[in-house]
T-cell receptor
């Protein structure tokens, strides 16, 4: 069984479009995250939700809006896509909801977004 | 504030020889430290983690890392490289009050030659 899954795996779209990426985890974890990996493979956190509550919101353009319908799902909606949004987006989950860095994060396979 | 520096962007080793990937960190609090591996076009997989217990940490696939507070280092080693070890490796730090926010290093690409 897949622990953290993302759909779609690949997404190719035109500038200005709106798109969504979905993430689901079946690990029973409390906390979920979105990361962006750029073309140089640098990974940076974008958002985190704990039990459907937003707890981390880095300096991300407000065209990006995360939504967590329940603690097993965290979706990422992107409005008015730009060329610079092209990247690989990773979802991750972690078991502990309270502040604590001791728990590792489990990553999904990634969604490669290409904006033309 | 926390940060991670991976001292080598690229490491090339021969199959069967030791691997050393160097990582230095900066953290205001007691950090957790991780090494993740990313094979081409794949997600990230945890190799090992340090969480203030033993300073020598053993991970999967024969990897281990040693936490040295005095040197603020967390270098990753493996005694004998396999072809399957060719991948990108990330050193990662997380502070205990950071809601699990991970700060990634820039990555080290490992190439293994026959």
């Amino acid at each position: 069984d897949t622990a953290v899954s993302q759909t779609p795996k690949y997404l190719v779209t035109q500038m200005g479009n709106d798109k969504s990426i979905k993430c689901e985890q079946n690990l029973g974890h409390d906390t979920m995250y979105w990361y962006k990996q750029d073309s140089k493979k640098f990974l940076k956190i974008m958002f985190s939700y704990n039990n459907k509550e937003l707890i981390i919101n880095e300096t991300v353009p407000n065209r990006f809006s995360p939504k967590s319908p329940d603690k097993a799902h965290l979706n990422l909606h992107i409005n008015s896509l730009e060329l610079g949004d092209s990247a690989v987006y990773f979802c991750a989950s972690s078991p502990r909801g309270l502040a604590g860095g001791y728990n590792e994060q489990f990553f999904g396979p990634g969604t490669r977004l290409t904006v033309l | 504030a926390q940060s991670v520096t991976q001292l080598d962007s690229h490491v090339s080793v021969s199959e069967g020889t030791p691997v050393l990937l160097r990582c230095n960190y900066s953290s205001s609090y007691s950090p957790s430290l991780f090494w993740y591996v990313q094979h081409p076009n794949k997600g990230l997989q945890l190799l090992l983690k340090y969480t203030s217990a033993a300073t020598l940490v053993k991970g999967i696939n024969g990897f281990e890392a040693e936490f040295k507070k005095s040197e603020t280092s967390f270098h990753l080693t493996k005694p004998s490289a396999h072809m399957s070890d060719a991948a990108e490796y990330f050193c990662v730090v997380s502070e205990t009050d950071s809601w699990g926010k991970l700060q990634f290093g820039a990555g080290t690409q490992v190439v293994v030659t026959p």
